[in-house]
């Protein structure tokens, strides 16, 4: 099976070709690493490989599963047994671990290859692939731009057709970010959805919640039926869905009502281009019958961001000095880059009373959210304040200096994070493009338990308005 072949099927597809004997397993994954090898020395997306075990399982296939057979990659922030997992940071370069995380369990009982792992920054804690540990990767569609982060990898993997999906996670925008970057779909579940264990029970105090980038809404449909639903230990667990996911969206949705929400939580103003991608889409909804209005809801965002900040800074303060600490010594200067260095120091001197206040702070700004949603069926904003920024522009460690890297950010980020403190599904679709070819995706929001609503959304959208499947030829 030659590339051009192999980039014509999303995950489903190659999974029915094997299973019916047209192609072999084997077959497709050396697709997949034969482009991998020959893209990576330029989009720097994988950072280990796991070839022998993935060839030696082409060899001897699973013979049942969803998606047997299907070559795959999983991000460098989750536990896969004998390779290290690193977070993205020299603090962690030696961490080979013994045993699966659940996810990848549940991947690997669902017949899928998992070959490589993918890029991230360090600790997931930015919007841009960038670590010092691995260095920068590039977006497909152009090469001196960001896929995003923190799921940047994956993204970028994907985009550039070496898997139709891959492994993702999201506690800030992480999986949105890069399907916005990179022109593919990208859905966060809702809180609990997806298993976080077993090694954490909620990551990031319950912000963070995993599944993948694809670039078909079957795809990402049939993935969530393969990892939905709680495991045993779990601290809690979303609200039930019956039946299957990738059944659920042949089934239109009724008619919606749409809320549509400019306002970063930042306060900073949105570029032209993003607005525009939120005004096409209102235009194609409306199109297909829903009802589209400006609506958005009211909480003290100051509040929130400090809230969510302090969130984070504690769940890094708690992973750095954890890991010092395990090692038997102090935290060392050339352990983690100097942005992380700097919230983790800031969460070390956090009080318990600050971490309880902002617990608060986001389970109050959720019932905001909730009553929004008794109104309006879906939100509807950007993903990113502005199109994917240039490699370098928000430089961790290299050039690092902690004002202009703020102003960066929030120039770039300032929709997403809403979501993963309320615990709601969002979906990131890939809509528009911007003046210079750049993916620019738009954010569609549910309330709890609404992945299937979104996923039905989504695949009426796509199926009124394709997208590419990937950056490059």
Known sequence: MDFEEYRRF??????????????????VLEAAIARSQARNGLINAVVAHDLERARSQALNPATSGPLAGVPFLVKDLVYMQGMACTYGSRLYKDNVVDH?????????????????????PEFGLNVVTEPALFGPTRNPWNTDHTPGGSSGGAGAAVADGWVPAAHATDGGGSIRIPAACCGLVGLKPGRARNPSGPDVGEGWSGMSAGHVVSWSVRDSAAFLDVLNGPAPGDPY?????????????????????????????????????CLAAVDQAAILCEGLGHIVEVASPEFDRAEFGAAT????????ANQVFGRAAALGRALRDDDVEPHTRLFAERGRVLTAEDYARSLGVIHRTGRVLAAYHAD?????????VCPPVRIGYLDSHTDYEPTRYAERFLSFWGYTNLQNATGQPAISLPL??????????????????????????????????????????
């Open 376 to 384: 309006y069926d879906l939100m509807l904003s950007p993903v990113l």
């Open 100 to 120: 699966d995380s659940t996810a990848v369990e549940r991947f690997r009982n669902a017949g899928l290859n998992i070959f490589a792992r993918t890029n991230t």
């Open 10 to 27: 999303d995950a489903l597809g190659l999974a029915d070709l094997i299973a019916s004997g047209q192609v072999s397993s084997a077959e």
């Open 309 to 316: 900040s302090t969130l984070v800074a504690a769940n890094i």
């Open 432 to 473: 528009h493009r911007s003046i210079k070819g750049l993916p620019i995706g738009v954010q569609f929001v549910s309330a709890t338990g609404g992945e299937a609503l979104l996923l039905r959304l989504a695949r009426q959208l796509e199926q009124a308005a394709a997208w590419p499947r990937q950056g490059v030829a």
């Open 237 to 273: 667990s979303a609200p039930h869905h019956e039946g299957s996911y990738l059944d659920a969206i042949e089934t239109p949705p009724r008619q919606l009502r749409i809320g549509i929400e400019t306002r970063t939580v930042t306060g900073v103003a949105a570029d032209p281009e």
